[in-house]
């Protein structure tokens, strides 16, 4: 295959249905056969992706759901269902994306080593002043 393979182009192509180009159709539907090449079409097809990509819409979500609950199902199977089960249209939708951290964040993470996620949540028994405490006792001096 001479393209990279994305998340959005499988999207993309289940969006157009049946009609449109069948990016697995070498694919077995069996999982049985080993496939050596890393570089294939199914190797390609990350099922969890998909499943975000199409969970965005209110007449895919229920089609996506079913899917995460039959993940064990190889990569051809999920493709088919997909693009023989929903109506074919144009969707768009943006991806959520992780927000930046803050710098209060950061130096609560570097004073109290911990992760970002754990940083997020006692944030908010932090006050300002301790905030500003803790930038002070972090700074490193310089211009």
């Not at 995460?68 to 190889?74: E, G, I, Q, R, S």
């Not at 997020?120 to 803790?134: D, G, H, M, R, W």
Request: charge should be positive; proline fraction near 5%; glycine fraction near 4%.
């Amino acid at each position: 295959m001479a393209d990279k393979l994305t998340p959005f182009t499988f999207i993309n192509s289940i969006n157009q249905g049946r009609k449109g180009k069948h990016l697995l159709y070498d694919c077995t539907a069996d999982d049985s056969l080993e496939i050596s090449n890393p570089e294939s079409a199914d190797k390609q097809y990350v099922p969890f992706v998909i499943n975000r990509g199409l969970s965005y819409f209110k007449d895919t979500a229920l089609f996506a759901n079913e899917m995460n609950t039959k993940n064990h199902l190889p990569p051809r199977m999920q493709y088919d269902f997909y693009r023989n089960i929903i109506t074919p249209k144009k969707r768009f939708s943006k991806w959520g994306k992780k927000a930046k951290s803050s710098e209060d964040i950061k130096a609560i993470q570097e004073y109290y080593d911990y992760s970002q996620e754990k940083a997020e949540s006692v944030y908010p028994l932090f006050t300002k002043a301790n905030i500003k405490q803790l930038h002070h006792t972090l700074d490193k001096g310089g211009r």
